[in-house]
């Protein structure tokens, strides 16, 4: 509940919350992120489309359907080139099909050591621990990987509480990619992960 609570405190606005009603009261919602696209150098808005659900007693009328579409035509003329999600199930992941979303990257959850990620990184590249999210010092990194989606100032201010730990992969102090985890113990558990 308290990261629902921050979720929302942090990205809740009219300008971005679309939903069907009945009797005054919203039934299918959905809520839009704004994060950025980096495509020839420059930075453009995108949409990460979130909290999509429908009250249990008014599923399978078609109203999710009529949501996505108004989403996508209002996202459409606010200029946002591209959206995304990311589907609950693989049931869902057909389903998000019917409007145009296409598969585009795959990632494995899990608790993992810092042995682990090590092990798998090359060319001397190292797991290091850091402190806040230096947004600034990663952007002009963000401009050079074309087509990567990358968070917002806005986007990382929802992790920039306890229980949450930045890591970066870097080498020789530069970085390359930023992870975002809870720690337990000697390991941490991966939620998110931006790469630059």
Do not use: W
Not at 98 to 114: H, I, L
């Amino acid at each position: 509940e308290s990261f629902i609570d921050m979720y929302f405190n942090n990205f809740f606005s009219l300008d971005d919350f679309y939903y069907v009603e009945k009797d005054n009261k919203p039934i299918s919602m959905l809520l839009s992120v704004p994060y950025n696209y980096c495509y020839n150098e420059k930075l453009y808005p995108f949409a990460y489309l979130s909290g999509i659900l429908t009250k249990e007693e008014y599923r399978k009328r078609g109203l999710c359907e009529e949501l996505i579409k108004n989403t996508l035509n209002s996202l459409y003329k606010k200029d946002y080139l591209l959206c995304g999600l990311i589907a609950a199930s693989n049931d869902l992941v057909s389903y998000y099909k019917k409007f145009s979303f296409n598969d585009c990257c795959f990632g494995e959850k899990g608790v993992f050591t810092k042995k682990q990620i090590n092990n798998v990184l090359v060319d001397n590249y190292v797991l290091e621990e850091h402190k806040g999210y230096f947004f600034n010092d990663l952007l002009p990194l963000v401009t050079k990987k074309e087509n990567s989606i990358s968070h917002t100032k806005q986007t990382l201010n929802l992790y920039n509480e306890k229980p949450y730990l930045s890591f970066v992969v870097g080498y020789q102090y530069t970085s390359r990619a930023m992870a975002i985890g809870i720690k337990k113990k000697d390991c941490f558990e991966v939620l998110d992960i931006s790469y630059h």
